[in-house]
Structure formats: C-alpha cells, structure tokens
C-alpha cells in the first residue's frame, strides 16, 4: 500500500470520462488500498480515481452518518467499481463542497438528498447502496468525478474560504 499523490486541475485526467473496470485481480486490489490509504492521509470522505490520476471507475468512500456532530462517530467504508446511480429522489439539497483536486476552493451545490448506487465491490460481486444527506452527496459528488464533471460545474457559487471556515467534507 502507498499513498498516492492528488492530481489537481488541470490535469487532463480530471475532465474525462474514466473506464470501465472489467478485472479484479491483484492490481485493482493494489489500486484500491492505494486509493484507501491516500484518502486517510487527505484526510477526506471520498476519493475517486481520477483524482490520483488513475483513468478508472473506481471510487472509495469513508463517512459516518454521526461524523459532523462525533468525530469518534464509527465510519463506513464504500468501495465501488463502475458506480451508477440508477435511482435519485426529486427533492435536492444545497450543501457546500469541497475537492481534494480543487484546493482553497469551495461551493454550494444541488445535489438529490436521496440516491440508489449500483455498482461492483471490490470482489467484483454486484452491490447496491441507498445513500441518503451527506452520504449521498457525497456519493453523487465522486461519481461526477469519473465522468469528467466537477463540483465547480455544478455549483451556483464558488469562493475561497476564509481561514476560520472549517470545510469537513472535501473529498
């Protein structure tokens, strides 16, 4: 395992569509504990493969429900391969975002409070994930990334944040 370094705009990486993964050999494994222990050492709540500039729909996400008020709160861990959100509520959400790919940057977006994931877990057995507030956005936030989309694309305004403005959820 090593911790891999954060591509930044512009790294053309960033901007395109990302591929499918069809094996789950050793290398995915390898990829997928590089990518685990680079979003520990962040330290964000999600990391895609893009963002370590690995063309690949792969995304890793580490978050508890209780994080915001607990930092003790016990966190979950999400492996996903070719993620696709195959069901989202109506109702949508502004939150502010950040990216580990996007430093001194943060913005308020809409995203869907509720989604339905499916994808592929690091074994290559299909998985389905029902995400819900933060969880979701943050779901929704990755998954953009392996399609070449920011949250800057998405946002109704983006600003630096001051020094006293804790940001907690930068991917």
Known sequence: MAVQEIVSLPHPVLRRKAHKITKFDKDTQKLIEDMVETLRDAPGVGLAAPQIAVDSRLIVIEYGEGEEEDEDAPKKLYVVANPEIVEASEEKVAGI???LSIPNLVGEVDRHERIVVKGVN???????IKAEGWLARIFQHEIDHLDGVLFTDRASRVWQPREDEEIVNAD
């Open 122 to 128: 690091r074994f290559g057995k299909p998985t389905r």
């Open 97 to 99: 975002e950040a990216c």
